[in-house]
């Protein structure tokens, strides 16, 4: 089956880097798009980065700049490096997939998500 799992989370400083990293296992990787979505509590999962099959990208406002989404085919993982990081930054990260050519941010067109894995920074 379909395994998504995440790593790299953990406790940070304001304007510290993290990198996140998801291995992805029981799928075709290379055909699917990636994402890091982000979920904070009484909130909607937000997407934060994408990445299409092809490699097209896309970032939301508040992470542009900031945050780097990255594939590598060869090892079936995609990786989220986050620099200066703000405490607003703070929340549960999830990679997910999807099998869609096109690139959605939204967290219901996925067909498979990871457990999810914890970002905290501190101001």
């Known amino acids: 089956q379909v395994q998504l799992v995440e790593s790299g989370g953990g406790l940070v400083q304001a304007g510290g880097s993290l990198r996140l990293s998801c291995a992805a296992s029981g799928l075709t990787f290379r055909g699917y798009a990636m994402g890091w979505f982000r979920q904070t509590p009484g909130k909607e999962r937000e997407a934060v980065a994408v990445?299409?099959?092809?490699?097209?990208?896309y970032y939301p406002d508040s992470v542009k700049g900031r945050f780097t989404i990255s594939r590598d085919n060869a090892k079936n993982t995609v990786f989220l490096q986050m620099n200066s990081l703000k405490p607003e930054d703070t929340a549960v990260y999830y990679c997910a997939a999807d099998s869609s050519i096109f690139l959605h941010t939204t967290a219901g067109r996925y067909d498979y998500w990871g457990q999810g894995t914890q970002v905290t920074v501190s101001s």
């Open positions: 990445i299409s099959s092809g490699g097209g990208t």
